[in-house]
């Protein structure tokens, strides 16, 4: 079956780094478009990037651009978000996603989830 695991979550001051992994197993995982969504306390699931398979093309939300980059190694079955400039809106809790069909933005465009690390911005 398809796992999906995130690691590299934490507490981190404003300003700061962070860089999230996403492991998977149980599918082809260089034949698959990836992305990061994030959830915050309250709030629904957000888009937050989409890398294609070899990582030719990446798509970033406009709040993260130019903050984050996510990248993808195939021969490690891995996704990674490089988190930099971080602020207290990043809080959240951090999800990595197969894309299956559709718009690579939209939450029902994927299948298969990880459990989610989570991000802590302090101020």
């Known amino acids: 079956q398809v796992q999906l695991v995130e690691s590299g979550g934490g507490l981190v001051q404003v300003g700061g780094s962070l860089r999230l992994s996403c492991k998977a197993s149980g599918l082809t995982f260089s034949s698959y478009t990836m992305g990061w969504f994030r959830q915050a306390p309250g709030k629904e699931r957000d888009f937050v990037a989409t890398i294609n398979w070899n990582g030719a093309s990446t798509y970033y939300t406009d709040s993260v651009k130019g903050r984050f980059t996510i990248s993808r190694d195939n021969a490690k079955n891995t996704v990674y978000l490089q988190m930099n400039s971080l602020k207290p809106e990043d809080t959240a809790v951090y999800y990595c996603?197969?894309?299956?069909?559709?718009?690579?933005?939209?939450?029902?465009?994927?299948?298969?989830w990880g459990q989610g690390t989570q991000v802590t911005v302090s101020s």
């Open positions: 996603a197969v894309h299956i069909a559709g718009p690579p933005q939209r939450l029902s465009s994927y299948d298969y």
